[in-house]
């Protein structure tokens, strides 16, 4: 277990578009471990690997749940539908928060550790997390998107 340290929005390599992952191997695998520890000692729902200055299309998200931790290579969304608004934070950016419009229902094609590709339908938090660490991985920070701040909603 390595924890990573989380770059903070100013950081340049936020704002750099992730390459797609070419090599499934240990190294991948180590990655994501550590970005999933570094999640979790944050308290954080989700992590793209540029906030961990890597420029990599890997994404981790947890919602706390029965489902458990879930790992996303080269993720790309295929669907959407729907709208949710609500307030959203993040890792990067510890001092923010607003609401942002995103879409209720995402489906999503990514890769898992070992290269083979899947396909998963997320609702609610998780179509949400799913949108923002895919920004993330696009050089986008939620708060280019938000409509209110916090403290206006």
């Known amino acids: 277990m390595a924890l990573r340290t989380i770059r903070i929005d100013g950081d340049p390599v936020l704002r750099k578009v992730a390459k797609p992952v070419t090599k499934f191997d240990e190294k991948l695998a180590l990655v994501v471990q550590d970005m999933l520890d570094t999640m979790v000692a944050e308290d954080g729902i989700g992590l793209a690997a540029p906030q961990i200055g890597l420029l990599k299309r890997i994404m981790v ?21 729907g709208e949710q608004f609500e307030v959203e934070g993040c890792l990067s950016v510890p001092d923010a928060s607003g609401a942002v419009r995103r879409p209720a229902v995402v489906t999503l094609r990514a890769q898992d550790l070992q290269g083979d ?5 997320g609702e609610g938090l998780l179509a949400r997390a ?3 660490e895919i920004d993330h991985l696009n050089g986008i920070l939620f708060t280019d998107k938000i409509e209110e701040k916090a403290e206006e909603v």
């Open 130 to 132: 799913m949108c923002h």
């Open 61 to 81: 998200i947890d919602l706390y749940d029965d489902t458990g931790s879930k790992v996303y290579v080269n993720p790309e969304i295929l669907h959407q539908e």
């Open 117 to 121: 590709f899947f396909e998963v339908q």
